[in-house]
C-alpha cells in the first residue's frame, strides 16, 4: 500500500496540480487502500485514473510550443544502452523531458553529458521485472520507449524479455500511456529457413519461432517479446509502433563497446583471423534513435517499421573498412572460400521512407564508428586515415560531414529542413547557407525546372532536392514538409497587387498548419521591415526595434505589399501559438547583394535602374539596407538558437537615398548616377541579431558585390574606364575609402587559443593594427584570459567567445562574419591525452568551419617540430620552408612534434579542398615576455636554469625567436594577400651553452648551470637556416639578447622569478 501510495503522489507530482487527500477524493482513499501486486492493477477500472490521465495530458496542452514540449514527458527504458542512448539524446534535442530507466543510474553519467540533459533529463531505477519500479517510472509520462533488453544467447533471456516486455505495455496503461515505441528487431523478421530467396523482406514477415529457439536464442527472445507486445496493447488499448532495427553500427555514446561495433573492432585489427560467406542487414544507431521518435510523433504510425539501411556481404562491409581505413590490417579471408559467394536479399525500408526518413550512408556510420572508438581509447590510432575521395564527396560535401561528429554539425547532417519559395533571392542564399553548414534541405517551388541554379550550389547534388508545392494548394505543402525537423517560409511574390494579401495569409496559414501536422516544431517565417516602420504616427527620433508594429490602415491605403507581410506575420504568430509550434520571425530590410538566380529580384533592379540613368530621379527619403548574405545567415542563426523566438530585426544600416547613389558614384563612376538633398535617417537597432553573433556586412561591400554579379550576369552593361576602375577595385579594398586603418577597422578577424603565449601576442598585433578581433577560448570567463581584456583597443575592438576546436558548431559560431581565421591553439605537451585529436582533428574542424563560413583566408601556427625532426637531415643542410620532419621518427621521439606536423599536413589538405588561401607560421622555441599570467613552456625553461633547478645542460642547438617577432610574422603573412604556403620564423639557431652565456651576462646575479650533460664529447655545432622568405615580408629579428632580458624581467614582475640584486 505504500509502495502505492507514493507511486500516486508521484504521478501526482507530474501534474503540478494542489496536493490531494482522501477527503477530496473518495475513489482516491479507495485506491490507497488497494493492495494488489499485479501489474494489470484495480487502477485501470477506476474513473478517477482516467480523468488523471486526461488531466495529466490537458495540462500539456498550453498555447506555447516550447511549453508544450517541456510539459511532455516520456520515459525510456534501458536508456543507458546503444540504442537507448541516442533515442534519449534524440527526444532530448527534440525538447521533450526524458525519464530514462537503468538497473544502475549511477553507471550512466554519459547520459547526465547529453546537450538538455541538465534541464530535461532524470534517471530513475527500475527493472523491467520489478511491475512497482516499472510504474513509478512511468508515472505522469505521456509516452514509452521501451528499448531495454541485453543483446545474449543466454536461455535466459527469453522471461526476461517476454515477461519484461508484458510488465511494461501493462505498467504503461495502469499510468495511463496511451503510446509506447518498441524496440524489436530484424532477428524476429529475418530468421525463416523456408522463406525464397527471392522474396522481398519486410514488415510482412516473420521468423519462424521453431527454428528461432533452435539456433538463435537471441532472435526468439525478441520475436516472442514483439508478440507479446502486440497482444497486451491490443488488450489494453495502447498505441503500438514497433522499430525492427538490424544489425546497428555508428558511434557510441556509452562508455563501454556494444556487440557489434565489437565485431567492426575484431575485423579492424585483425582479431578476428575469417569473415563468414554471409550477408546482413546494416543500419546506423541514429537513424534508429530518428526512427523511434518520428514513429512516437506521427499518431496514425502503428504496427511494424522495418530499419534497415543497407544489405551487404560482409566481403562489402570489410572492403568498405580497407578503403576508409587502410592503416589498419583489416580481416581478408573468407571462411568459406572457394563457395560462390552469397547474394544480397532484398528488403524494403519504405514504410519508414513514407514517413519522410532518409537512411545515413554506410560508409559514413562506419566512418564515424571507427573515429568514436579511438577517441574513447578502443581502438589504437594507427598512422592516418586517408578515405578515398568518392566517400568524402558524397558524405562530407561542404560542411565536411566526416570531422562532423562533433557536437551539433553531426546533427545537422543529419536533418531535413524544408524552405519555401527556394528559388528567390533570399531563398537562394538561404538554401545556400543550409547547405554549407550540412543540413540536408528540401526547396520548394511551383515549378522546379526553373530553378536550376539551386542545383548547381555547393553540396546540392548530395543534399539538396526540390519538390513541387505552392502555399495554397495544403496537401503538397504537407507532402513537402514530411519527414522535416524546421521549416524556413520565405515564398513570398514581391508585388503592389491587391490578390497578394489573401496569398500571403493563406499561404502562411497553410505553411503553419502543414508543418505542424507533419510533425515539425521550429519554424522560421521571413517577414518585412514594411510590417516594423510604416507608421505615420511614429516620432521620427523613436529607435526601430522589434516591439514596432505597422500601422494597418495606412498600410492598406499606401502599401499593399506592407499590408500583406505584416497581415502575414499576424498569422504565423497566431499559427503558432494554436498548434505550439517554436517561431522566430526574421524581419529583413531592402535586401542587396550578389544574386544567385538567373533574373534580376526588385532591390536589385532598383540599382540598375539608378546605374544606367533609366530613374531619372530619386525620392527624398530615407530606407534600411541589409547584405542579402547577412539575411541568410539570420535565418539559420535564428533556427540553430533554440532559445530564439519572436522577432528579429535584419539592418545593417539606415540612409538616405541620395548617400546610397552617393555609394555607387564612388564604386563606379563610369556610370551615370543622380544626387539631392538628405533627410535625417531614423534609429534603430539590430542588437537581437547581434548578440547571436550577425556581424552586418558594410553597405559598400553588398553594393560593390551586387553590381559585379549583374554585370556578370549580362543584366547590367560593362562601362571600362581604364585608371578610375583601379581606383575603384582600391576603394572597395579598404571598404570605405583609401585609409589601410579604416580597412583593417572593418575586418573582422577571429584568433584560436587566444589565451595562450603566442595568441595573446598575435591579439595584441592585430588589436594595433586597428582589427576588430573575435577570440576562442575554452572558458571567456575564466581569470586565466583576463589579461586579454587590459589589451589597448579590447574594450571597443575585442569579444571573447567559448569554443573548442572538437566542437564544430562552436567554431561555426565564432567564424560567422569573419574575414579571416588565426589558428594558433594547440596544447604544447607530450602527455596530453588530446594533443593528437586537438592538433589534427582540432584543425580540420577549423579549416571546414573557416570555408563554411565564408572565411577566404587562415593563418596556421605550425611548429619548427614539424620542419627539422629528420635523423636523415645532412648537418649541412640549410634548414628552410621545403624541409619537413619525418613522421614515424616523431611519432617515436616527440608525440608534440608529430602531431604538429600531422596538424600542419591537414590544414594544407584541407585547405587545399575548400579552395581557401592558406599562409603557415613556423616559430620555433618562442622566447619573450609573457602577457599571460601562468609561465608558458619556454619561459619555464629560462626560469629553471636561472633559479638552479636545472644543473646541467645538454649539448645540444636550438632555434630560437621572439614572440613578438612570430605575431607579427602573423599579421604580416595575413595582410599580403599573395602570402602563401610556409613561413619559417627563425631569429637564431644557438648552442645551449651560447643561451646560457647570454642569461649569465645580462643576469650575473643569478646562478646559472654551466655543466654540460654531456662534457667531453666535441660541441654540437649550430645549423644553418633561412628566413628570407619573412624577411622578404618586411619582418625584421628581434635580437636574443633584448627576447631574453625582456623574458626574465617579466617572469620577475610577475612574480615567477625571484629579483635577485647584483
Known amino acids: 500500500m505504500d509502495d502505492k501510495a507514493t507511486a500516486f503522489r508521484f504521478a501526482w507530482s507530474q501534474l503540478r496540480l494542489p496536493h490531494p487527500s482522501p477527503d477530496d477524493h473518495p ?49 525510456v527504458t534501458g536508456a543507458g544502452g546503444f540504442i537507448g542512448s541516442w533515442v534519449v539524446k534524440e527526444l532530448l534535442l527534440r525538447g521533450y523531458r526524458v525519464r530514462g530507466t537503468a538497473r544502475d543510474p549511477s553507471k550512466n553519467a554519459h547520459l547526465l553529458a547529453l546537450d538538455g540533459a541538465g534541464e530535461r533529463l532524470t534517471l530513475c531505477r527500475a527493472d523491467v521485472l520489478d511491475c512497482e519500479s516499472l510504474r513509478a517510472a512511468f508515472a505522469g509520462c505521456h509516452g514509452v520507449f521501451h528499448v531495454a533488453s541485453p ?37 524476429a523478421v529475418h530468421m525463416n529457413p523456408n522463406r525464397s530467396p527471392d522474396t522481398v523482406l519486410d514488415e510482412t514477415c516473420w521468423s519462424d519461432p521453431k527454428f ?13 517479446a514483439e508478440k507479446a507486445a502486440e497482444e497486451e496493447a491490443a488488450k489494453r488499448g495502447v498505441q503500438l509502433a514497433v522499430v525492427l532495427p538490424c544489425v546497428t553500427v555508428g558511434p557510441i555514446l556509452h562508455p563501454a563497446i556494444n556487440t557489434s561495433i565489437n565485431h567492426v573492432v575484431r575485423y579492424l585489427t585483425g582479431a578476428a583471423p575469417t569473415y563468414p560467406n554471409a550477408v546482413a542487414a546494416y543500419v546506423d544507431v541514429r537513424d534508429v534513435a530518428r526512427a523511434h521518435a518520428l514513429v512516437y510523433e506521427r499518431h496514425d504510425a502503428r504496427g511494424r517499421y522495418l530499419c534497415i539501411g543497407a544489405v551487404l556481404h ?30 544480397p536479399y532484398k528488403f524494403s525500408n519504405q514504410r519508414l521512407k513514407d514517413l519522410g526518413f532518409e537512411f545515413t550512408p554506410m560508409r559514413k556510420c562506419l566512418y564515424d ?62 538554401v545556400k547557407e543550409l547547405l554549407l553548414r550540412g543540413y540536408r534541405v528540401r526547396g520548394t517551388a511551383r515549378d522546379p525546372r526553373k530553378n536550376a541554379h539551386l542545383l548547381d550550389l555547393e553540396g546540392a547534388k548530395e543534399r539538396l532536392t526540390l ?74 527620433d523613436a529607435v526601430l526595434d522589434e516591439s514596432c508594429w505597422s500601422d494597418p490602415e495606412f498600410c492598406q491605403r499606401e502599401d499593399i505589399y506592407c499590408y500583406a507581410k505584416m497581415m502575414a506575420e ?12 517554436q517561431l522566430a520571425v526574421v524581419v529583413p530590410c531592402v535586401t542587396v547583394g550578389p544574386i544567385l538566380q538567373p533574373s534580376v529580384n526588385f532591390s536589385c533592379h532598383h540599382v540598375v535602374r539608378y546605374l544606367t540613368g533609366a ?20 535565418h539559420v542563426l535564428v533556427y540553430e538558437h533554440h532559445g530564439a523566438r519572436g522577432r528579429y530585426l535584419c539592418i545593417g544600416t539606415v540612409i538616405h537615398r541620395a548617400e546610397l547613389l552617393r555609394m555607387l558614384k564612388e564604386l563606379f563612376p563610369q556610370y551615370p548616377v543622380t544626387s539631392k538633398y538628405m533627410v535625417k535617417p531614423y534609429k534603430f537597432s539590430n542588437q537581437r541579431l547581434r548578440d547571436l553573433g550577425l556581424e552586418f556586412t558594410p553597405l559598400r561591400k553588398s553594393l560593390h558585390e551586387a553590381i559585379e554579379c549583374l554585370q556578370r550576369k549580362g543584366h547590367l552593361p560593362v562601362v571600362t574606364l581604364g585608371i578610375t576602375i583601379t581606383i575603384t577595385m582600391s576603394s572597395i579594398s579598404n571598404d570605405n575609402n583609401g585609409d589601410q586603418k579604416r580597412q583593417q577597422q572593418q575586418q573582422l578577424v577571429c584568433v584560436t587559443g587566444a589565451g595562450g603565449f603566442i595568441g595573446s601576442w598575435v591579439v595584441r598585433e592585430l588589436l594595433l593594427r586597428g582589427y576588430r578581433v573575435r577570440t576562442t577560448v575554452r572558458d571567456p570567463a575564466d581569470r586565466k584570459n583576463a589579461h586579454l581584456l587590459a589589451l589597448e583597443g579590447a574594450h571597443e575592438r575585442l569579444s571573447l567567445r567559448r569554443a573548442d576546436v572538437l566542437d564544430f558548431a562552436g567554431l561555426l559560431a565564432a567564424f560567422a562574419g569573419c574575414h579571416g581565421v588565426f589558428h594558433v591553439a594547440c596544447p604544447l605537451s607530450n602527455r596530453d591525452p588530446e594533443l593528437m585529436a586537438v592538433a589534427v582533428d582540432g584543425t580540420r574542424n577549423v579549416m571546414n568551419a573557416a570555408a563554411d563560413m565564408g572565411v577566404r583566408r587562415v593563418v596556421f601556427t605550425s611548429s619548427y617540430g614539424a620542419v627539422h625532426m629528420n635523423p636523415n637531415r645532412s648537418p649541412d643542410a640549410v634548414l628552410d620552408e621545403s624541409c619537413w620532419s619525418d613522421p614515424e621518427f616523431c611519432r617515436q621521439k616527440d608525440m608534440y612534434c608529430y602531431a604538429k606536423t600531422m596538424a600542419e599536413m591537414a590544414a594544407t589538405e584541407e585547405a587545399e579542398k575548400r579552395g581557401l588561401e592558406l599562409a603557415v607560421v613556423v616559430p620555433s622555441m618562442t622566447m619573450g615576455p609573457m602577457l599571460q599570467r601562468a609561465l608558458n613552456l619556454s619561459s619555464t625553461h629560462v626560469a629553471n636554469y636561472l633559479t638552479g633547478a636545472k644543473k646541467s645542460y645538454p649539448n645540444a642547438v636550438a632555434a630560437y625567436v621572439d614572440v613578438r617577432d612570430v605575431a607579427r610574422a602573423h599579421a604580416l603573412v595575413y595582410e599580403r594577400h599573395d602570402a602563401r604556403g610556409r613561413y619559417l620564423c627563425i631569429g637564431a639557431v644557438l648552442h645551449r651553452a651560447q643561451l646560457l652565456q647570454m642569461l649569465m651576462d645580462l643576469f650575473p646575479q643569478y646562478t646559472i648551470a654551466s655543466k654540460c650533460d654531456d662534457k667531453g664529447k666535441p660541441m654540437v655545432k649550430p645549423y644553418e637556416f633561412s628566413n628570407q622568405r619573412l624577411k622578404d615580408l618586411g619582418l625584421e629579428f628581434t635580437p636574443l639578447r633584448k627576447s631574453l632580458y625582456d623574458a626574465v624581467m617579466c617572469m620577475q614582475r610577475n612574480g615567477h622569478l625571484p629579483v635577485v640584486l647584483p
Open 27 to 75: 475513489t482516491l482513499a479507495i485506491f490507497l487502500l488497494s493492495s494488489s501486486s499485479s501489474c494489470s492493477v484495480a487502477w485501470r477500472r477506476s474513473n478517477w485514473s482516467v480523468s488523471l490521465t486526461m488531466s495529466s495530458n490537458f495540462e500539456a496542452n498550453n498555447n506555447n510550443g516550447e511549453k508544450q514540449l517541456e510539459e511532455e514527458v516520456v520515459c
Open 151 to 187: 543483446v545474449s544467447n543466454d536461455p535466459n533471456l527469453v522471461p526476461i524479455a517476454v515477461d519484461g516486455t508484458r510488465n511494461v505495455m501493462n505498467a504503461g496503461a495502469d499510468m495511463g500511456v496511451r503510446r509506447v515505441v518498441f524496440t524489436s528487431s530484424y532477428g
Open 212 to 224: 528461432c529457439r533452435q539456433t538463435d536464442v537471441y532472435c526468439y527472445a525478441k520475436t516472442m
Open 314 to 343: 560482409r566481403a562489402h562491409l570489410l572492403q568498405m573498412l580497407k578503403e576508409l581505413f587502410p592503416q589498419y590490417p583489416v580481416t581478408s579471408k573468407c571462411k568459406d572460400d572457394g563457395n560462390p559467394m552469397v547474394e
Open 369 to 430: 564508428a571507427v573515429v568514436c572508438m579511438q577517441q574513447k581509447g578502443h581502438l589504437p590510432l594507427v598512422g592516418t586515415a586517408v578515405p578515398d575521395q568518392n566517400f568524402r564527396a558524397s558524405t562530407m560535401s561542404s560542411n565536411n560531414s566526416m570531422e562532423a561528429n562533433n557536437g551539433d554539425d553531426e546533427k545537422k547532417q543529419e536533418q531535413v529542413v524544408c524552405v519555401t519559395g527556394a528559388g528567390g533571392f533570399i531563398g537562394s542564399w538561404v
Open 467 to 540: 519538390c513541387r508545392a505552392d502555399v495554397l494548394d495544403f496537401a503538397s505543402l504537407r507532402a513537402a514538409f514530411a519527414g522535416c525537423h524546421g521549416v524556413f517560409h520565405i515564398a513570398s511574390p514581391v508585388s503592389k497587387d491587391p490578390n497578394l494579401v489573401p496569398v500571403a495569409i493563406e499561404g502562411t496559414r497553410n505553411v503553419m498548419k502543414a508543418a505542424a501536422d507533419m510533425g515539425v516544431r521550429r519554424v522560421v517565417f521571413t517577414s518585412s521591415y514594411g510590417a516594423v516602420h510604416m507608421n505615420p504616427n511614429r516620432s521620427p
Open 570 to 581: 499576424k498569422t504565423a504568430t497566431e499559427e503558432a501559438s494554436r498548434r505550439r509550434l
Open 615 to 634: 530613374a531619372a530621379t530619386y525620392p527624398n527619403a530615407v530606407a534600411a539596407y541589409a547584405d542579402v548574405r547577412d539575411v541568410a545567415r539570420a
